[in-house]
């Protein structure tokens, strides 16, 4: 009778062990196969990204499964008993699933930025009155004379005013002037009692009148969207990145926040590339270059800086006629996207002229050395926007920003930030702006990861002499202005016609500063 009892209890252990063995077998294999649809979908979405070469994508995604079919193995070898290979299932699964989304999020950040959807542009319409002006917002001006430039042909402005009759409550009684000048003129007239304008003209406002801030105060501000220039209409030009030589204009306007804001070209560099020679010649041209601006200013002629106000096709064809060369492509940075992306970058190393201590004009002040400098975002910005306290001034200021973006692409290409691309991309993708597809950057990121090789970035910049003249945004004052020298942008034509056409640039380059990449 116990032997019969004792093998009843056996046979029942042995059942309820078969049954635990069966249990953890099929949940391993549910983890194996959970692990194998989340290594699918990260394949997927690698490959929908675009940014990693196909063989590379193909090789990884062979390796993940045979890694997977390993662990399935283990479980049915086992009997459902590898505890350890259940755990890595799940971490595996979990990564990525991780991996997935950020991918996804990378592709859609991407998108933001590129010419293949690009959005409004965003106007901030300013309401100025003098400093001792009782009123302290619209609704206290339902009785004033506002300035205005002619809004019948400037949608913008016609939009701005019917918000501020909104907030008044009443349609104001309006004054026209033909210029920004003459407005600013008819406010401190008391001719009339407030003014309306787009901010991005603030700072040819303060160019004219000395003390100009001090002297108003802002009591409304409207952001108005309008529809983008011509260039950035969603439509990229066609060129074949990977095998065609082309120039990208690098505008960096002088904002914080979104890069949908208009605002001057505070930075204007043309980056002529070969990628067949592996040549990047980076020209800097100053912001106060006294050139003619095709479509706006006819044959009057104004500051480089103030094309960006009127779009960046404006910048572009201000660039085109000037270096006699064709600019398909653009990027627009601000303030944010380069702080970000330096210290996203682990900080850049930039070669500086002199030593000197910064104004604080730029954000930091802070100690400069001659030579190699590390710099996180902040400084480098500092660095970049210095000029009261460097020789030469403006001159030197883009040569020092020239300096900046020179020691960014230098370590942009290298495998390490390339890697880093798809972060870096999300993270500055509400702060940067270009007409490149979505394709065409993809394929920039897959040659360079693909073939690798060494890149000869060198850098020159447009001189000039100072002068005071009378400039088309500001007729009513003559202004700081850099002539261009005849002979420095002739001799930019010939180093642009070199990468165009795949000479190698001769070593003794002016302003050399570049050297070969990895």
């Not at 394949?43 to 990884?60: D, E, N, Q, S």
């Not at 108003?216 to 309008?226: G, L, N, T, W």
């Not at 560099?269 to 041209?285: R, S």
Request: charged fraction near 25%; glycine fraction near 8%.
């Amino acid at each position: 009778m116990e032997n019969t009892n004792s093998k009843k209890k056996m046979s029942s252990t042995k059942r309820k062990k078969n049954r635990v063995r069966k249990a953890f077998r099929i949940v391993g294999e549910i983890l194996v196969g959970i692990q194998i649809l989340a290594t699918l979908v990260f394949i997927g979405f690698t490959w929908r990204l675009g940014l990693i070469p196909a063989k590379y994508v193909a090789g990884f995604a062979a390796l993940l499964l045979v890694f997977a079919a390993l662990l399935f193995t283990m479980q049915i070898v086992t009997r459902g008993k590898a505890i350890v290979s259940k755990i890595v299932s799940i971490l595996m699964s979990a990564v990525l699933i991780f991996g997935s989304v950020y991918m996804y999020q990378t592709h859609d950040a991407i998108e933001d930025i590129s010419g293949d959807t690009l959005g409004k542009q965003v106007h901030s319409v300013l309401v100025v009155v003098r400093k001792d002006d009782p009123a302290e917002k619209v609704w206290d001006t339902k009785d004033y004379v506002y300035g205005v430039q002619s809004i019948e042909d400037d949608s913008e402005m016609a939009e701005a005013m019917k918000k501020v009759n909104a907030d008044a409550g009443k349609k104001v009684l309006t004054k026209e002037f033909d210029t920004l000048h003459d407005q600013v003129a008819g406010l401190f007239s008391e001719t009339v009692d407030a003014i309306v304008y787009d901010e991005s003209f603030s700072g040819i406002i303060e160019e004219v009148n000395e003390g100009y801030n001090s002297k108003v105060k802002i009591i409304a501000q409207y952001s108005i969207e309008s529809e983008n220039d011509s260039m950035t209409q969603g439509t990229s030009p066609d060129v074949n990145v990977k095998e065609e030589p082309f120039s990208m204009f690098i505008s960096g306007i002088d904002v914080y926040g979104p890069i949908s804001s208009k605002s001057r070209s505070d930075v204007n560099i043309i980056a002529t590339v070969n990628p067949e020679t592996k040549q990047i010649l980076l020209t800097n041209t100053p912001r106060d270059f006294f050139v003619t601006i095709p479509g706006v200013s006819g044959e009057k002629k104004d500051k480089l800086t103030h094309a960006g106000i009127y779009g960046v096709d404006k910048s572009i064809a201000a660039l085109e006629e000037l270096y006699e060369t064709e600019i398909p492509f653009y990027t627009r940075v601000n303030f944010t996207s380069l702080i970000t992306m330096v210290d996203l970058m682990g900080g850049i190393d930039v070669e500086s002229e002199f030593a000197f201590t910064t104004s604080g004009a730029g954000g930091e002040i802070m100690d400069v050395k001659k030579g190699t400098n590390h710099f996180n975002g902040d400084q480098a910005l500092s660095f970049a926007r210095e000029r009261y306290n460097v020789p030469g001034g403006d001159n030197q200021r883009g040569k020092d920003q020239m300096a900046v973006i020179q020691a960014m692409f230098k370590k942009m290409i290298t495998p390490e930030m390339l890697v880093k691309a798809p972060k870096m991309i999300s993270e500055v993708s509400n702060s940067v702006e270009t007409n490149m597809s979505m394709e065409q950057i993809q394929r920039l990121i897959q040659s360079q990861i693909d073939n690798g090789g060494e890149w000869t970035i060198k850098s020159v910049a447009a001189e000039g002499t100072g002068d005071q003249a009378h400039c088309y945004s500001a007729p009513g004052t003559a202004l700081y202005v850099t002539v261009p020298n005849e002979t420095s942008v002739a001799n930019i034509k010939v180093l642009m016609d070199k990468v165009e056409n795949g000479e190698m640039l001769p070593s003794d380059t002016p302003n050399e500063t570049g050297e070969a990449v990895e």
